[in-house]
């Protein structure tokens, strides 16, 4: 997705004190997964907003917390065993906690239908 474009999508749904706050890192990471939802077959856009929702494009971001332990990590709030099952079960490689191991995932989970997931964010979305 051209940059211009990315950056006219995240107008439409970020609010705008989030636009002063988007960097060329975060930039990197929606283009990538743009180019990786394509390929999957599911819609940029949604994808995109999933990331927004889950985490607000903050790779580090910590979810599902408890007593102070978030079990729930990165740029689309993965749990290290439903990370380390999905990515068995589609044969990929890559680390928990990096966002573009993250997206690679999410994408083919996405792709086969299990934006369930993602309940909360996902539910309004279409893929």
């Known amino acids: 997705m051209p940059i211009a474009l990315l950056l006219s999508l995240l107008v439409s749904f ?4 989030a636009i002063g706050k988007i960097n060329n890192e975060h ?3 929606l283009s990538y997964a743009s180019v990786r939802a394509s390929e999957a077959g599911i819609n940029p856009i949604s994808f995109i ?3 927004n929702c889950e985490s607000k494009l903050e790779k580090l971001a ?4 408890e007593e102070g332990k978030c079990v729930s990590q990165g740029i689309l709030q993965f749990q290290k065993p439903t990370y380390d099952m999905f990515a068995k079960k589609y044969g ?3 680390s928990w906690l990096n966002p573009y191991s993250q997206i690679n995932l999410a994408a083919a989970m996405l792709r086969d239908g299990l934006w369930r997931q993602w309940f909360n964010c996902g539910k309004n979305l279409k893929f």
């Open 62 to 65: 910590k979810g599902d917390c």
């Open 14 to 17: 970020l609010p705008s004190s």
């Open 49 to 51: 907003k999933l990331i």
């Open 92 to 94: 990929l490689v890559g």
């Open 27 to 29: 930039l990197d990471i």
